[in-house]
């Protein structure tokens, strides 16, 4: 799966979503305008990287829906992984899948290539010093 995330494929990315989802809606992705923030987020992460969208491309950003609760909530609550790949022109999204997550609940973890990587440390070592 690769949908570029722009309104004109709203309607593709929240068919992907309701068919994963199936009937949970209360701690999962729904909607177009979510992804969209989470491409928005995925952006922001990219520049507080350093890095260039040339640089950038290929790195992904999984997300997981669902806010924490409190600890005494024992039950797992269904929720929805996206994975964001920043392409030639834009950022796709290009996997969804469902899962069950806990009191902690989701969160984002980004994955770089290894190019961005040396360039993502070269530009963070330029913030520091070491005597």
């Known amino acids: 799966m690769k949908i570029r995330i722009t309104s004109k494929n709203s309607r593709k990315i929240q068919a992907a979503l309701a068919q994963v989802n199936g009937r949970a809606r209360g701690h999962t992705f729904t909607t177009f305008e979510e992804i ?7 952006e922001m992460r ?6 260039s969208r040339d640089h950038a491309k290929g790195i992904r950003l999984l997300c997981t829906s ?4 409190a600890r005494s909530y024992k039950w797992a609550r269904r ?16 996997d969804i899948a469902s899962d069950d997550v806990y009191a ?3 969160g984002f973890h980004t994955i770089l ?8 440390l070269d530009a963070f070592r330029t913030t ?3 005597e």
């Not at 969209?36 to 995925?42: G, I």
């Not at 669902?66 to 609760?69: N, Y």
């Not at 290539?113 to 993502?120: C, K, L, S, V």
């Open 66 to 69: 669902g806010d924490e609760v």
């Open 79 to 94: 929720a929805t992984c996206v994975e964001l790949t920043l392409c030639t022109t834009g950022w796709c999204l290009t």
């Open 36 to 42: 969209a923030e989470l491409a928005t987020q995925a």
């Open 46 to 51: 990219r520049t507080r990287l350093r890095l």
């Open 128 to 130: 520091f010093s070491v």
């Open 113 to 120: 290539t290894p190019a961005a990587e040396a360039i993502a």
């Open 104 to 106: 902690e609940g989701g």
